[in-house]
């Protein structure tokens, strides 16, 4: 990976300080749909969706984007992936600051150990779940985009599908973040004190580019899974309550560590009198899985 430092990104970050290419790249964003039957527009179209008078001053913003966010092919100008990653980030609110927090509030989940009320929280980008006394079950970044037209318990649910999704492609080496290179490994040697199940058998999801690294329980590793996504549903559970509650696979679930051998864990996981038996290699890669 090229480090940013060495000032190869300069130009990047540069071609997106000015207000006027911010808006050039949300115009041709807006422009994708219809794009598919009135094709992309052209140099007056682009500038007079932005807002520019000037011809020879949009000229300029628009030369500044071309190649790395913007392309022009046969007179008219699309976004390339970059541009639609910017505008959407931005959309999210991830730059908003501090503009949205809610204040703790009780939800109808119970801390495994004192079996009190979880609160739920939202503040700078994340939303955390917890139990006042015994630390944070759940600590997810989350855009502020993500509460707009939801209440706190839907976006807890989102979240928690959302995370569902993350582990799955963890597991199949993808980072969801930024598509490097990633997965999950056993085992974690220590997870944080302020976790919630500080006395069950972590793995580390973590990828080889970007930021992402962090602890979950190792039966979370399955989250996703066919097989276990079909076993909540025979009992009419969701993806959230695999992560959260009293179905939660780390509560619910037996774990062997079978001490570097092969598999090197095994989860029996007990939602009913037919457990499901999953085993994995040390990266947490299903290697077979059946019900008793």
Not at 264 to 279: F, G, H, K, M, Q
Request: hydrophobic share 35%.
């Amino acid at each position: 990976m090229t480090d940013p430092a060495d000032g190869s990104y300069e130009d990047t970050y540069a071609a997106l300080t000015d207000e006027t290419r911010v808006r050039i790249l949300f115009a041709l964003a807006e422009q994708y749909d219809e794009a598919w039957s009135s094709g992309w527009l052209s140099f007056s179209e682009l500038r007079e969706r932005v807002g520019v008078e000037d011809t020879s001053r949009f000229s300029y913003h628009l030369d500044e984007l071309q190649d790395t966010f913007v392309r022009k092919v046969d007179g008219r100008y699309r976004p390339r992936v970059a541009a639609l990653e910017i505008v959407s980030v931005i959309r999210s609110g991830t730059y908003d600051g501090d503009a949205v927090a809610v204040d703790e509030r009780e939800t109808d989940y119970e801390c495994p150990h004192c079996q009190r009320a979880l609160v739920a929280s939202y503040r700078d980008h994340h939303l955390y779940l917890g139990c006042p006394s015994h630390g944070a079950a759940v600590a997810y970044p989350t855009p502020p985009r993500a509460m707009t037209d939801r209440t706190l318990e839907e976006t807890i649910d989102i979240s928690l599908r959302k995370h569902a999704c993350d582990v799955r492609l963890f597991r199949n080496g993808l980072c969801p973040h930024c598509w490097g290179t990633a997965g999950l490994s056993f085992p974690r040697e220590s997870a944080p004190d302020s976790y919630l199940l500080d006395d069950i058998a972590y793995a580390t999801a973590a990828c080889d580019t970007c930021w992402v690294s962090y602890p979950l329980p190792v039966a979370h590793a399955v989250l996703g899974h066919p097989a276990v996504e079909n076993l909540y549903a025979e009992r009419g559970l969701g993806p959230a309550d695999a992560q959260i509650g009293p179905h939660d696979l780390a509560r619910v679930s037996e774990v062997t560590d079978c001490e570097g051998k092969s598999p090197a864990v095994r989860l029996t996981v007990s939602l009913d009198d037919r457990p499901l038996v999953i085993e994995l290699d040390e990266s947490c890669a299903l290697l077979d899985h059946w019900r008793r």
